[in-house]
């Protein structure tokens, strides 16, 4: 019979998480990149590799020191396709190898991977798909998938490599996590899964969705823009969602941006009583915060004329940026606290979303 240990709690020392992105893909540990077919999952693991490789800097982070990668691929060229790619991304292709599978094919349980990273002192090992890597395991099956994935983590963490894990989505509708081929649980043993696919309406933008994410907060989505010779640009923060991203399904309007086209709308023609504009938010269901919240965000100014106010558009808006969740500066807030249809003195209010003209601007505010 085997002896029994036990560890306190107490004695187990709190370790930082240390990332090869943040917050998407952690050191030592196992991250999966999946997509539909065709949609950029292989060409985002060699951009990221290529960074790494030189030591530039990823969306939201800093340049970094270069670092060794390894690089296994089970379906595309090295010479006609893999190393182009990479030469076209900026890599270092000294700072890549590739364990040489022609004696005999490699698996998620060889031998052969940890010798590699520690040969290569690799900070990335890349394996696409995966689902070419598992051998003789059936990859729908838990009880096989399970201990080969537990095995390379147990290496990712020992060598602080981070491990990026590439998949296939099958054609079924549904949550992601449900989306992968395969066993759940390679899904479930990935610490960070980002999912990439096409921004509808435009081929050339794909977009990276943070849908997993256990070390930490899921990073705001990301997107890079595919040219038609090949060229690759990070386009960096980017405003969708991945039911958007994945079936094309339209986010509903958010009651903030509703109740700025009301707004819009509504004093297009020249200003409107106060009461008026408070009854038009009522029957459309949007709350007097909210209508106030939008009013700030849009300049709009209110006026007495004899015993009433009234709401009029600015000749002149001061524009500041409004968060995501619709939050104004504490000015603005201070402003619409003792504002709300009693003002004594006309205020131009404060708020602009930026929304993504083109494909290099950066999206970072309120739908609307």
């Known amino acids: 019979m085997t002896e029994l240990k036990m560890i306190k709690m107490s004695e187990i020392q709190p370790e930082p998480v240390e990332w090869l992105w943040e917050p998407y893909i952690p050191s030592g540990a196992i991250s999966l990149i999946q997509g539909d077919g065709g949609?950029?999952?292989?060409?985002?693991?060699?951009?990221?590799?290529?960074?790494?490789?030189?030591?530039a800097a990823l969306p939201g982070n800093g340049n970094t020191i270069p670092a060794g990668v390894i690089i296994q691929n089970a379906e595309d060229s090295y010479t006609k396709t893999i190393?182009?790619?990479?030469?076209?991304?900026?890599?270092?292709?000294?700072?890549?190898?590739?364990?040489?599978?022609?004696?005999?094919?490699?698996?998620?349980?060889?031998?052969?991977?940890?010798q590699a990273i520690i040969r290569v002192g690799a900070k990335l090992c890349v394996f696409d798909p995966v689902q070419a890597y598992l051998g003789n395991t059936n990859m729908n099956s838990a009880n096989g998938v399970?201990?080969?994935?537990?095995?390379?983590?147990?290496?990712?963490?020992?060598?602080?490599?981070?491990?990026?894990?590439?998949?296939?989505?099958?054609?079924?509708?549904?949550?992601?996590?449900?989306?992968?081929?395969?066993?759940?649980?390679i899904y479930a043993a990935a610490r960070s899964v980002l999912t990439v696919?096409?921004?509808?309406?435009?081929?050339?933008?794909?977009?990276?969705?943070?849908?997993?994410?256990?070390?930490?907060?899921?990073?705001?989505?990301?997107?890079?823009?595919?040219?038609?010779?090949?060229g690759f640009t990070w386009v960096g923060d980017y405003d969708i969602t991945i039911d958007e991203m994945l079936n094309g399904v339209k986010k509903p309007e958010s009651q903030f941006a509703k109740a700025r086209r009301l707004i819009e709308t509504a004093l297009a023609g020249g200003a409107v009583p106060a009461v008026d504009m408070e009854q038009m938010a009522e029957e459309q269901g949007i709350s007097p915060k909210t209508l106030n919240r939008a009013k700030s965000a849009l300049g709009v100014i209110s006026v007495k004329h004899g015993l009433k106010w009234y709401w009029e558009l600015p000749i002149e808006v001061v524009y500041t940026e409004v968060s995501q969740d619709g939050q104004q500066s504490q000015e603005s807030q201070d402003v619409q606290d003792g504002q709300h249809g009693q003002d004594d003195v006309a205020h131009v209010g404060h708020g602009e979303t930026m929304t993504n003209m083109t494909a290099l601007t950066i999206f970072n505010g309120t739908e609307g």
Request: glycine share 10%; net charge neutral; aromatic share 2%.
């Open 197 to 230: 696919g096409r921004v509808p309406a435009n081929d050339n933008i794909r977009a990276i969705i943070h849908n997993k994410s256990n070390l930490s907060p899921a990073g705001s989505p990301q997107a890079f823009e595919l040219h038609p010779l090949g």
């Open 146 to 185: 399970r201990p080969l994935m537990k095995r390379l983590g147990t290496i990712a963490a020992r060598h602080g490599c981070a491990v990026l894990l590439v998949g296939h989505m099958n054609k079924k509708g549904g949550k992601a996590a449900y989306r992968g081929l395969g066993s759940i649980d």
């Open 39 to 55: 949609e950029g999952k292989t060409t985002t693991a060699l951009a990221i590799a290529a960074a790494i490789t030189t030591g």
């Open 83 to 114: 190393r182009p790619k990479l030469e076209l991304f900026g890599a270092d292709c000294d700072c890549i190898e590739v364990i040489d599978e022609d004696e005999m094919a490699l698996t998620l349980s060889d031998e052969r991977i940890e």
